[in-house]
């Protein structure tokens, strides 16, 4: 699909009841994250959580034969970090990641927490993700470019001191989880495809205290920053609307 998906009123109902239900998940999640619980365990409540609500399913489990809900990320772990045995620890950052697919149509979004008392660059590493993304979603409406919001993630990023994952990107999303545009969180202003209303993207902040480096581990799916430093994830599913957007979740 090389044009922006338009989505019918009937498809919009669907996608807000699962941005609900992932919105709900993702607040469970920051509850749940805690010294002493173990990222299966997170996973474990994510899954059990969004199949209790009828013919919701985990978005993530099973593509490209992706075995979890959740990916949890920790520390120098970029994104799709496989949930195990891992114990979170006081200081510890964790990004849960999340997808709920209803009606056939994907939601996706994450939110990165502390684990107990975090450092003082941990803490301005989650404020300054966190306000990439929220700059972002306080520009964007019908017409706008995806390099206009490319450039104002860099630029609240890299003002702040930090780097953006550069290989990683944002993405429309609907009937794939993945699809056109592809929404990168550096670029110049006025470039790129350009947004009609009734569309719907994924917008997600990768940022890192480091360089922007990366290198895949050993289970093949998890993403860390090549040189160690912290990393953090924010991402809010969007619906454009002719005269902004409506976080769905």
């Known amino acids: 699909m090389s044009s922006c998906q338009i989505f019918t009123p009937s498809e919009i109902k669907s996608i807000r009841h699962a941005g609900k239900i992932l919105g709900e998940c993702l607040e469970l999640m920051g509850k749940l994250v805690a010294p002493g619980i173990t990222t299966k ?6 899954e059990e959580f969004i199949r209790k609500h009828d013919g919701a399913t985990p978005a993530f489990m099973g593509y490209h034969g992706y075995p979890a809900t959740l990916c949890t990320s920790v520390n120098e772990q970029c994104v799709h970090g496989l949930p195990g045995d891992y114990v979170l620890k006081e200081g510890d950052i964790v ?3 999340c997808g709920v697919l209803y009606d056939n149509l994907f939601t996706d979004a994450c939110r990165t927490y502390g684990v107990g008392k975090i450092s ?3 803490e301005r590493l989650l404020t300054v993700s966190s306000q990439a993304l929220a700059d972002a979603v306080a520009m964007i409406k019908a017409g706008v470019k995806v390099g206009d919001i490319s450039a104002t993630v860099q ?10 994952v550069s ?21 110049e202003k006025g470039t790129g495809p350009k947004l009609p209303a009734n569309t719907i993207i994924a917008v997600e902040p990768i940022v890192c205290i480091g360089g922007d480096g990366i290198k895949e581990a050993d289970d093949n799916w998890t993403i860390n ?3 160690g430093s912290l990393s953090a994830h924010f991402e809010h599913t ?3 609307l002719e005269d902004g957007v ?4």
């Open 41 to 46: 365990e997170l996973d474990r409540a994510a």
């Open 95 to 97: 990004s849960t990641d």
């Open 120 to 122: 003082k660059d941990a």
């Open 155 to 164: 630029g609240t990023v890299e003002g702040a001191g930090f780097s953006i």
């Open 167 to 187: 290989a990683l990107t944002g993405h429309g999303l609907g009937k794939t989880l993945h699809q056109f545009p592809d929404v990168p969180n550096y670029g």
């Open 225 to 227: 920053t090549k040189d």
């Open 238 to 240: 969007l619906l454009i």
């Open 246 to 249: 409506e976080v769905i979740a």
